[in-house]
């Protein structure tokens, strides 16, 4: 029975990360579309303004940048699917509130799947976000992302609440329900690809790093 519930989740969570996969990369797409429509934009612009409809040029700038407010936050990492997942929860922290700084440089190929890549870092900053909502002082969030030789290094700093007891791996942060199912699953991951975790826990704030071997 607990097996069957196990392998549920775990098609319930890859079902979920290839939707949002797919999802966000329609962003990306309609981004592309922007810049290859941005010489028509100046032309259109250009010919407004030169027929002193300056009313209407404003109008049109400002139905402009409405529409690039849901697309502005795409990241460039060198790697289309960790910009996707990135993209997505770097909007997520801000429409909370939270400031994200990111550096990120990764190669276009990795050996870890899309799915896998969604479930951990997807995870790992959904603990971050959910740090930061608990943090009593200043929230932010801290990423840095880059490839050591043939592996993909990870460093997470974000704001949040009182210190946790020493841990040493994600199946340990004491989440429960699907949240706690799905660092667990990170960290399976992670492990599966010869990868270690580890973070650490201070007052106010809060560290996970991950290093996993991701090119051949």
Not at 2 to 27: C, F, G, M, P
Not at 58 to 84: F, H, M, P, R, S
Request: aromatic share 6%; hydrophobic share 40%; charged share 25%.
């Amino acid at each position: 029975m607990l097996k069957r519930t196990y392998i549920k989740l775990v098609e319930i969570q890859e079902e979920q990360a290839k939707r949002h996969l797919e999802e966000v990369r329609s962003i990306h797409q309609e981004m592309r579309g922007y810049k290859h429509d941005f010489h028509h934009h100046l032309q259109t612009l250009k010919g407004q303004l030169e027929a002193g409809e300056v009313d209407r040029a404003i109008a049109y700038i400002e139905a402009l940048d409405k529409d690039l407010q849901n697309v502005d936050t795409l990241l460039k990492t060198g790697n289309v699917t960790v910009d996707a997942i990135l993209s997505a929860k770097l909007a997520q922290a801000r429409s909370e509130g939270i400031p994200v700084t990111v550096e990120a440089n990764l190669p276009p190929e990795l050996t870890l799947t899309d799915v896998e890549l969604s479930i951990v870092l997807g995870n790992l900053l959904d603990n971050a976000i959910e740090a930061c909502r608990e943090a009593a002082g200043d929230r932010f969030i801290r990423l840095s992302l880059r490839m050591k030789g043939r592996m993909l290094y990870f460093y997470l700093l974000n704001a949040a609440g009182k210190k946790k007891p020493k841990l040493g791996s994600l199946s340990k942060t004491g989440k429960t329900g699907a949240h706690g199912f799905g660092l667990h699953r990170a960290e399976t991951i992670l492990e599966k690809h010869g990868g270690w975790v580890k973070y650490n826990s201070e007052e106010g704030a809060f560290t996970s790093e991950f290093l996993v071997p991701a090119v051949e």
